[in-house]
């Protein structure tokens, strides 16, 4: 078995062997479990899968007049504004404001921070509200607008909960479908949501 400083010197010089999860199965296939063990180097495993923690940090630029962001909306989904002046963070789990969710069992969760994200990274022209309590030196207590990513300073997506090895499976064991937060389960363990880090 390699030791941690012979695979870092195999990346260090360029010699290393890579695969995805998916190869290493079909490399284990056709050469065995100990020979993949000692030709492979390092498996990589998607390790920025979406989570319920997933979001992005968006700097908006500054307008003229000046304004602190108290408050906003991005396509009427509400972001956490307590970061600095032009910053906010938008969690994809964030409904729109009078999305159905579950008020009607079984809900409907049509739209929220994850299509806005979808739309952002898309390129798409996407509505700003924002208010402000308003200050002499950040004066403007409303602003609306228009923008893509383009326009943003800085859009950075987080994922806070991949420091876990391994992320809890949600599955379904029972004959109805279940609601839940991040979509639904459907019947006996007709889905899995998940996430592996």
């Known amino acids: 078995m390699k030791?941690?400083?012979e695979i870092n010197a195999r990346i260090e010089a360029g010699k290393a062997?890579?695969?995805t999860a998916d190869e290493i199965m079909d490399y284990v296939d056709r050469k065995g479990l100990e020979a993949a063990a000692e030709e492979v180097d390092v498996v990589t495993t998607a390790t920025f899968g979406p989570?319920?923690?997933s979001g992005c940090f968006l700097n908006f630029g500054h307008s003229t007049p000046r304004i602190r962001i108290s408050e906003a909306w991005l396509e009427d989904v509400l972001l956490y504004t307590g970061i600095a002046a032009v910053d906010a963070y938008l969690g994809a789990t964030q409904l729109r404001h009078n999305d159905p969710a579950n008020m009607d069992y079984p809900g409907e969760f049509k739209f929220g921070?994850?299509?806005v994200?979808?739309?952002l990274v898309a390129g798409k022209t996407l509505q700003l509200f924002a208010l402000s309590y308003g200050t002499d030196d950040y004066p403007k207590r409303e602003i609306r607008t228009y923008i893509t990513i383009h326009d943003l300073n800085q859009a950075i997506m987080v994922n806070p909960r991949n420091c876990y090895q391994n992320y809890n499976v949600a599955v379904n064991s029972s004959d109805r479908v279940i609601y839940s937060y991040m979509g639904q389960l459907q019947p006996n363990f007709?889905?899995?949501n998940y996430c592996s880090a």
């Open 51 to 53: 989570m319920c923690s």
């Open 17 to 19: 062997v890579v695969l």
């Open 117 to 119: 994200i979808e739309a």
């Open 190 to 192: 007709g889905n899995a």
């Open 3 to 5: 030791t941690y400083e």
């Open 113 to 115: 921070g994850g299509h």
